[in-house]
């Protein structure tokens, strides 16, 4: 509970770096770890993902806040700043339908400790996973969502989740969320797509794929914006197929991809590795 | 030289493959590897493909392919069968612009034997790759090629091309060649496409995968047809880039895809080992 | 019920593919599906895969089988042949420890039917994963191990084993089995060893791996025998690590290759897809 | 040619950062990247690399050099740092015998600009590949080796060598090379090994791959130390083969990944991204 992280994004300039690094020099802090990009030599966007080792920082977190917003930030008026406890856990809800193999994946990674990660609630527009997920502790909530009862259905999500969670996975959720929903909602949304993007955009991907008779197919999680399947992507991956592979074969194959594609942008997502840029991310590793 | 293969394709029904083996059999022929796919369980499509050994197969090729006919083709009206001489290498037309790394490629494995090819000319619509070329004793043609005189080209292209080679390959021709060249030519033509079809179809797809902010760029081989990009697809891979990478880098990194998946794909074509199902490919290993 | 495969294996010659194809269309079976493979042009070995449909299967076994016998492997009298039933699940027991990552997605993919399997018990050298089991209606039997009981152990092993399963699979199982468990058992035994063999044979590979500095980790499925991690590998694969990873992320990132290559072993075996050569295997695709 | 890189190794502690880019702040430098990486969170060793920009650097390497000695690492006295160009190619040379697809490779890559390299010589213990090199302007330097001339050949390589390059690469020469060559040498070597170390250590690591029945091969480059295969890692790869691949198919399908994954070491290490950490790396991205 003494390391904690520092993620900042601001336009690029000389001196970022310093000023933060005798910033935390001062405060006693040790960086153990600190990666940097710019996204162009001149001009460009500045982040840098900092952690830290500093004794005692579970008390010290409002003093630190305080200190970097004067000594710091001030000097960059444009700076976006954000402390981190490295041994929070975020709080997530998961959305699926029918499917369970991303959501079980969570669930078991979660319990594994390898992902920080709480799975508050399950949120269901189907009743079908409700017995998968209640041994696990996991409390399961069905939202039926008709054409008619979207609206209503939404609220109800909304209400579910405002103030309850730091972070929304739609794990094979096979409804479109509204913009609405994304804006009110207050926090990330990661979805996981069961194609390799833009190949494949919209429904049934892995039919296309066999009909169009690629060698790979593959999985992209990305954070939801309003336009379908065009949010900024975090993580993909590809799986070689064949000739001999049924549509089903794919949908199986595929899977294994979907869900570790998917529990590496929820990790990554959680370890504040991925900070958005336009429609693009930059992930430190 | 004792050597051969038959490929044969036609409507699925039982005997097939005893009709096959039992020929090769009453010729003396052991069979050393065969490859077998239906596309369905019921009424799909039968592809064969059988490498055999045979005794002074060299001096009997006219015979065996008679027998073949009256004694197994007569019996399957719809059969479509060629024996084929592994010991023969194919006479190859690459056609380029100004990047050298396929080209290069193909030149370097062909002279190690890992190709079974013989390159008999490389047509440039630019100069550029003269220099290049020469020094490996292959004729190096330049065609230029401008809106005005694109059908004059092709003619010329046409006029080098038909009943010189076996096959034509497009090692990053930045042009279009027409449905009329490629039905006139006679020989299958292979592409190599610098993206993971179906993404980023058309022309820059590394700007376009920069832009979209993908985590993998990739490479496509496939038979031209006279949709751009659409033609059955031989051979996919990928390779990881982060956002680190300019559209610089991904070229880079995309190139050694590019000139792997191309030269995969020749191989596998001058091998027999594709067969083309309507726009798919059946690839046997 | 109607789909059937028939695994051959027998000293290379002309004539095998004829006799076995033919055979099978006498017996109005189509075949959907031929691997055939030769360890050497001449004099070599030779097996054989092939998956056929026949009506009425399911009451035509023996019928089959007798006649395969005097019309086919009455000729070639060092053949080893079997015929299997696509449709019957294969008993399977699981031997643990204390890891489950294995073990679950081995259930996990059961219960999808993504493998061909039952899973009949599992038994645990500690009781760790009783509860882990129990919950999805498999047995799971604790048999203790210590270096006094071992003996003892194993022949408990055997009272639970013998006779009630086709295949034996040690999931992460961290204890020496004996050649006289093995030869007894009586059927396949598959273990999952957490490195890419032959690197790192013996325990604490991923010990050895951060201290030897490799860059990929990964994992390995083979027939267990009684040269400790000598068996014949089935399959294999890795996944990039990097200097970052302490011995537990190198654990963690293995894991997921560790379960993957398992299931995949299983699968194929499951599958009759795995045909044991000497010290290797042949898989067919 | 204003752009430089600093590397930095000493025992880690708090403010070395802070002191580093306050150095380069005051300097009017501009750090455009930053990766840095500590062995363990208490009492680990540092690593750092800090790309930077400034105006006129060309005139400025002194003084920045004698700067830094006295304003930072007086402060650190086990500090190891040095400043290096980004625009200055490394001098390179090249030994080979008999195989030339990784010498290829880097004369390619080289003409290319993929690679910041000059390759100065290349030296082959055999006379053959002589008439590959000459053509792009490279001197080949035949040095004859048997076990009666050892000492005398390497003589003859010290003369050539010492303070001449500042990279000797083993492009697959099958040679070892001795513990006095490589002190007397006084740069860094780096060797490709044709396999997945330590899998297959020694001769003839294909055919004992074909004969372990390995699912995979790979390639290593790693530092060249006295003993055999056993030097710091700086990258490896693999490819997957199966059971129909002989000894010459894995000996192709290997060579496409030492030529790759050599290149990318050559890359890296020219690019300072790899520090060496006992017997292990520090690859920076």
Redesign the interface.
């Known amino acids: 509970s003494d ?1 904690g992280r520092l993620l900042i994004q601001c336009a ?7 000023a933060v ?2 910033f ?2 001062r405060q ?11 996204t162009d ?1 001149q001009d460009g966007v500045f982040f840098q993902r900092t952690v830290f ?1 500093l004794d005692g920082l579970a008390a010290r977190w409002e003093d630190l806040e305080a200190a970097f917003a004067s000594e710091v930030a001030a000097r960059f008026p444009d700076m976006r700043w954000r402390f981190s406890a490295t041994a929070k856990r975020r709080r997530v809800a998961i959305m699926v339908s029918k499917l ?2 991303c959501l ?1 994946d969570l669930i ?1 990674r979660s319990r ?1 400790d ?1 992902l920080p990660i709480d799975i508050v609630m399950v949120i269901g527009n189907h009743p079908d996973l409700a017995d998968t997920v209640r ?1 696990f502790g996991v409390p399961f909530v069905h939202v039926p969502v008709t054409k008619e009862t979207k609206a209503e259905a939404e609220a109800r999500h909304l209400e579910l989740l405002r103030g309850n969670v730091d972070l929304v996975v739609l794990a094979r959720y096979m409804q479109i969320v509204s913009g609405d929903f994304l804006e009110r909602v207050g926090v990330p949304t990661i979805n996981i797509h069961h194609s ?5 955009i919209g429904a049934g991907p892995y039919e296309k794929a066999r ?6 197919v ?1 999985a992209t999680a990305h954070y939801v914006t309003e336009d379908l399947d065009e949010g ?7 799986v070689r197929v ?3 592979d049924s549509v089903e074969d794919l949908a ?1 194959r595929g899977a ?1 991809v979907e869900r ?1 594609v998917l529990s590496r942008a929820v990790r990554w997502h959680c370890e504040d590795r991925v900070a958005r ?1 336009g ?5 430190f ?1």
Chains 1, 2, 3, 4 share one sequence.
């Open positions: 390391v690029d300039q000389p001196g970022l770096v310093a690094s005798d935390l020099y006693n802090a040790n960086i153990t770890h600190l990666d940097q990009h710019s030599p080792h369970d193999h079980l078991w594994r390898e041994p390799f993007l833009p190949a494949f009909s169009r008779g690629v060698k790979l593959g900024p992507i975090i993580e993909q991956d590809v064949s000739h001999q199986r294994d570790t840029h429609n693009t991310t930059v992930v590793s």
